[in-house]
């Protein structure tokens, strides 16, 4: 399935947040320090919240700011993975933990051309 997020990233703080327009929140799940995922009620990921983005990445801020976002969000019984590339620095990030939330099975990706 595919994810249309609005997107804002923070320069000043370093601070990337994509999330859906409108849904009801029902929990975070922390993947690791810095970067939490939101689920909507009905089990979808409804907003990505990324602190210290550009280390996280190993660019600098300003490398960052603009670039183009690829990603993934995939659920299966025993563990949550997401899966995020910056491809015109090269750049991957994986970070998975456990699905202790019972959260649907199922497979997300977005893609963001531009922001600012």
Excluded: C, W
Excluded at 44 to 63: C, V, W, Y
């Amino acid at each position: 399935m595919e994810i249309n997020y609005n997107v804002i990233y923070d320069s000043a703080y370093n601070i990337l947040d994509l999330r859906l327009d409108d849904y009801d929140y029902d929990f975070t799940v922390t993947l690791e320090d810095g970067l939490h995922i939101d689920f909507d009620t009905h089990g979808r990921p409804a907003a990505i919240e990324m602190i210290n983005t550009s280390r996280k990445f190993n660019l600098l801020a300003r490398q960052f700011d603009g670039a183009r976002i690829e990603g993934k969000i995939s659920v299966a019984e025993d563990e949550i993975l997401l899966e995020m590339r910056v491809p015109q620095h090269k750049r991957i990030l994986e970070s998975d933990t456990l699905n202790a939330h019972d959260i649907p099975l199922g497979e997300y990706t977005f893609t963001v051309e531009e922001y600012e």
